[in-house]
């Protein structure tokens, strides 16, 4: 199995931008699909992005599209999450998942970080 430890995130001003990362142990990322979620208080797991295990595909949320980017280092086995211009309705708890398969559904996913708070202030 393999386990994952998120790091990152913060306080931000609107507009600026912070880099979530999510390292692996225990199993190489490129074996796996992997997604960005998050959950602002009162709501439920929102789909942020989802990037194939062979990196062929990437998918964004609407809300997210062209300001956050999905990347991973197979050498550091770490996957990364880039956010730019932020908002403040980018502030949520934000998780790491992973899973063979995968989707832009939460349940799809076996895997998941610990989660890592971003608040941004406007």
């Known amino acids: 199995q393999v386990q994952l430890l998120q790091s990152g995130g913060g306080l931000v001003q609107a507009g600026g931008s912070l880099r979530l990362s999510c390292a692996a142990s225990?199993?190489?990322?490129?074996?796996?699909?992997m997604a960005w979620f998050r959950q602002a208080p009162g709501k439920g797991r929102e789909f942020v992005a989802v990037?194939?295990?062979?990196?062929?595909?990437?998918i964004y949320a609407d809300s997210v599209k062209g300001r956050f980017t999905i990347s991973r280092d197979d050498a550091k086995n770490t996957v990364y999450l880039q956010m730019n211009s932020l908002k403040s309705e980018d502030t949520a708890v934000y998780y790491c998942?992973?899973?063979?398969?995968?989707?832009?559904?939460?349940?799809?996913?076996?895997?998941w970080g610990q989660g890592t708070q971003v608040t941004v202030s406007s």
């Open positions: 225990g199993r190489a990322l490129n074996m796996y699909t």
């Open positions: 998942a992973a899973d063979y398969r995968g989707s832009v559904t939460s349940r799809s996913y076996d895997f």
């Open positions: 990037r194939s295990w062979s990196g062929g595909s990437t």
